[in-house]
């Protein structure tokens, strides 16, 4: 149980363009699922946390206009990287959970953003 | 003072022994514990949770929790090299509302 799906696995993607990232919890209803991006050797930084059909919350430095947060069902977040640049090259990963932050979260496979 | 700390590593223990992995937090509002596992280029994977002080035991892993000195470990019983991977202690606060990880032990088993 507790399965966590993202898809694309890989996205290569030209600076300028939008990139859409996928989050479905497979078999349990997750009232909270949070966006977070990892660097090359370095930790998970939480991006955003969003509760189904109200807005994301955004954590401190996170761009709210440049990463678009949708939580339109208790499966499935979606976020959309806007402009890409090559500095928002990283390892998104989102994670979901029965309840809320306090509770065990269940990641995705991830998804690794490479913008030329 | 980081607020989740870890030593990053790498540990090196034998196939077999005992891994033990630590946590310090710095947050005494913390009342949720996790840790990880993470294999290179892969997504973490629950490992364990703990809420109360004392030990947790599930199949080779124990989390053992201290309140008191802020602490929180893990350890793997009969090691094996499928093991290896780096290990994340996850901390969770009424202060900040959202899980603060750390940035990962390196575990290596040798055979």
């Known amino acids: 149980g507790a399965v966590v799906s993202q898809h694309p696995s890989r996205v290569i993607c030209k600076s300028g363009t939008s990139v859409k990232i996928e989050c479905r919890s497979l078999?349990?209803?997750?009232?909270?699922m949070f966006w977070y991006r990892q660097f090359p050797k370095k930790s998970l930084m939480l991006m955003a946390t969003?509760?189904?059909?109200?807005?994301?919350?955004?954590e401190q430095g996170v761009e709210k206009d440049k990463f678009l947060i949708n939580h339109a069902s208790l499966t499935l977040s979606t976020l959309t990287v806007t402009s890409a640049h090559p500095e928002d090259s990283s390892f998104y990963i989102c994670?979901?959970?029965?309840?809320?932050?306090?509770?065990?979260?269940?990641f995705g496979p991830g998804t690794r953003l490479t913008v030329t | 003072q980081k607020e989740v700390e870890q030593n990053s590593g790498p540990l090196s223990v034998p196939e077999g022994a005992i891994a033990s992995l630590n946590c310090t937090y710095s947050?005494?509002?913390?009342?949720?514990f996790f840790w990880y596992r993470q294999y290179s280029g892969k997504s973490p994977e629950l490992i364990m949770s703990?809420?109360?002080?004392g030990d947790k035991e599930d199949g080779r892993f124990t989390a053992q929790l201290n309140k008191a000195s802020q602490y929180v470990s893990l350890l793997i019983r009969d090691s094996q090299p499928s093991d290896s991977a780096t290990y994340l202690c996850?901390?969770?606060?009424?202060?900040?509302?959202?899980?603060?990880f750390g940035t990962g032990t390196r575990l290596q088993v040798f055979p």
């Open positions: 078999d349990f209803q997750a009232t909270t």
């Open positions: 996850a901390v969770g606060s009424y202060n900040t509302d959202k899980l603060i």
């Open positions: 703990i809420y109360s002080n």
């Open positions: 969003s509760n189904e059909g109200s807005k994301a919350t955004y």
């Open positions: 947050d005494r509002g913390s009342q949720s």
């Open positions: 994670s979901a959970s029965f309840q809320g932050y306090d509770y065990e979260q269940y």
